[in-house]
């Protein structure tokens, strides 16, 4: 069981930058990754950034060079770092975590954990 609390997210002017975080919690779970996904409005949902457990990062091609993700493993914690903002990055922003599953020392395969969402809004 996993619990995810994301932070940050506000409005800022075009050119200005924001930090998401995201602390997941709970019980008898192994992070395989943790990322960031967003979904503007009328839109689908589309990566942003992810980081596995080994320390791969994967950037979508929008904004590389832009966006950092970071990861503070002894808290289970992912963060993203979002410089050089654009109008086009506005969206709601959603931290995902693959996790193995246990119970009583047996992993029971992966599962799929999303946080609430947070709204970023970048005007012109």
């Known amino acids: 069981q996993v619990q995810l609390v994301e932070s940050g997210g506000g409005l800022v002017q075009a050119g200005g930058s924001l930090s998401l975080s995201c602390a997941a919690s709970?019980?008898?779970?192994?992070?395989?990754?943790m990322g960031w996904y967003r979904q503007a409005s009328g839109k689908q949902r589309d990566l942003v950034a992810t980081r596995t457990n080994g320390g791969s990062t994967t950037y979508a091609d929008s904004v590389k060079g832009r966006f950092t993700i970071s990861r503070d493993n002894a808290k289970n914690t992912v963060y993203l770092q979002m410089n050089s903002l654009k109008p086009e990055d506005t969206a709601v922003y959603y931290c995902?975590?693959?996790?193995?599953?246990?119970?009583?020392?047996?992993?029971?395969?992966?599962?799929?954990?999303w946080g609430q969402g947070t709204q970023v809004t970048v005007s012109s």
């Open positions: 995902h975590v693959d996790a193995n599953r246990y119970y009583g020392g047996k992993s029971y395969g992966t599962g799929a954990y």
């Open positions: 709970g019980s008898s779970f192994g992070i395989i990754a």
